[in-house]
């Protein structure tokens, strides 16, 4: 089991930017997979990046080419790099470790 911690969230421009952090408890080094899901109000919670063990990425159609999935193993933090923000992308992002959940963190993009 590990506790996870999102950070960086906020109010952001249509076409702004925002880094979203995702603080483990203990190394990340052998979990599987670390992922970042969110849920906007009114909808079912949806996958959005995930980043393996290996450090192999994957991105969900709407996010790709905008949002960038890293990872610093020495600091157990796993980010992600939002670009061109779009107002659909306003939801609470959630960071994921095999069935670990973080509490969340908002993101809002509008002007």
């Known amino acids: 089991q590990v506790q996870l911690v999102e950070s960086g969230g906020g109010l952001v421009q249509p076409g702004g930017s925002l880094r979203l952090s995702c603080a483990a408890s203990?190394?990340?080094?052998?979990?599987?997979?670390m992922g970042w899901y969110r849920q906007a109000p009114g909808k079912q919670r949806e996958w959005v990046a995930i980043?393996?063990?290996?450090?192999?990425?994957g991105y969900a159609d709407s996010v790709k080419g905008r949002f960038t999935i890293s990872r610093d193993s020495s600091k157990n933090t796993v980010y992600l790099q939002m670009t061109s923000l779009k107002p659909e992308d306003t939801a609470v992002y959630y960071c994921?470790?095999?069935?670990?959940w973080g509490q969340g963190t908002q993101v809002t993009v509008s002007s």
């Open positions: 203990r190394s990340i080094i052998s979990i599987n997979a």
């Open positions: 994921n470790a095999d069935k670990d």
């Open positions: 980043i393996t063990r290996r450090g192999n990425t």
